[in-house]
């Protein structure tokens, strides 16, 4: 277990995994607790299945990823909804973050569900951070529907919409900055 714990500590594609599981284990969980299975696996609907496993292990439709494989620096992988030069669309981005309707709309209803259900998440939320807060959603029985769904709508939405592409560094310098 320990092999397999500083593995994925170490590993570059489950930042995700890491903040949204591993987090809520104990510091050296045994390998029962680190392969369990998880609640978000008991969830129904096979494709929201598949992108919440796209979301763990590091291969999610956002452009961080997809446009990694054309040699695309990451400066240049931005949002293809915000479209501002210092916003690279990660999925932390895309879940907690991007300003699109359809993705501000899916979050809220993550969030509202998620307290309807259990109440005493507000208060745990208002003390962590997204992913932590989202593993724990994700792998509560009562609340991973609602954790899954969050992610299988943000993908979505990512896959129907053509990401931005830059060809120069001048493309990224003409879109807007943050506003101030």
Avoid: M
């Avoid at 240049?76 to 210092?86: G, P």
């Avoid at 690279?88 to 699109?100: A, K």
């Avoid at 009562?142 to 592409?165: C, D, E, G, M, Y």
């Amino acid at each position: 277990a320990t092999h397999a714990h500083d593995h994925i500590q170490q590993a570059t594609k489950l930042t995700v995994w890491r903040g949204a599981v591993l987090a809520l284990l104990p510091r050296s969980p045994s390998v029962s607790a680190l392969f369990k299975q998880r609640e978000y696996l008991r969830i129904s609907c096979a494709r929201t299945r598949k992108d919440v496993a796209r979301l763990l292990s590091g291969v999610s439709p956002c452009a961080i990823e997809t446009l990694r494989s054309r040699g695309i620096p990451r400066a240049r992988r931005i949002c293809r909804f915000c479209r501002a030069r210092e916003i690279v669309e990660d999925e932390h981005h895309i879940l907690f973050e991007c300003h699109d309707p359809a993705l501000q709309e899916a979050r809220t209803s993550f969030y509202t569900t998620v307290f309807a259900i259990e109440p005493g998440l507000l208060h745990l939320r208002r003390r962590c951070d997204d992913w932590p807060f989202f593993g724990t959603a994700l792998n509560n029985a009562r609340t991973a529907s609602a954790a899954a769904t969050l992610v299988n709508t943000a993908f979505t939405r990512v896959r129907a919409t053509a990401p931005l592409i830059l060809d120069s560094e001048e493309d990224l310098l003409a879109l807007p900055g943050l506003p101030r």
